[in-house]
């Protein structure tokens, strides 16, 4: 049903609207290959895994996007690059480009890794205020995978809870923040506020990605009738059968 889908978004010439969009359609082969000839603009098309531009001399955006591609593709680079990068993206204090720019960084540097690992160490949860996205949470999402695991159980529950109303900003921006870590994060809470997002009105998307999460937690939940609500949900279902 899923390809069946995505198939028949192709025929009727679909082009990825957003950058959740792209990234999981470069999980599968196929798709990537239909994108080919329709994808023109150069990061655009490297997010979807159809070749990098040069990152010099462009904005901060356009850098996280570029650096973002290139993770993806399975480059390495620099600790001291992606550590300014971090540093550039925090100034513009938006967390759709400070946290993958964070995780861009965290994923080379043991020394940033180590900086959140202190962080997480620290059980006490500070205060935020709905909507917003604390430095903690970007230390979450940052490395999540690496450090929560080691974390006791009644503190990851804990911290769960306290993240995991940043779901919302993340579907806003449909930013994909929270995929590599659902693995490592209290189940049963992340379900319960994936099932509350199911609810809520939100940009089309964001109700897809919200199911696409609920894939990774083996759960069933309805992307809605939106077509790129269904898209989302579909790619992901797609790329995970594929890696």
Known sequence: MSESLIRRSI??????????????????????????????????????????????????????????????????????????????????????????????????STEREASARMALSDQSLPYVFPGDVHPLMVDVLACGERILPALHVDWLRKLTTWLAPSLAADCAAMGLWFWPVLDVLDSKKIARELTKRLTRSARPGSRGLVAAYGTRLALDLDPGPHPGDRRIHALALLGNAVN
């Open 11 to 108: 025929e009727e010439g679909w082009i990825p609207e957003n950058d959740a969009e792209r990234r999981l359609a470069r999980r599968v082969p196929w798709v990537v290959d239909a994108l080919e000839d329709r994808v023109t603009d150069p990061i655009d098309r490297a997010l979807v895994g159809l070749g990098l531009p040069k990152p010099a001399e462009r904005s901060v955006t356009d850098r996280v996007r570029i650096a973002l591609a290139e993770a993806d593709g399975g480059a390495v680079g620099s600790a001291a690059a992606l550590a300014a990068l971090e540093d550039a993206a925090a100034a513009t204090n938006q967390p759709e480009w400070m946290i993958p720019a964070a995780r861009l960084h965290a994923r080379v």
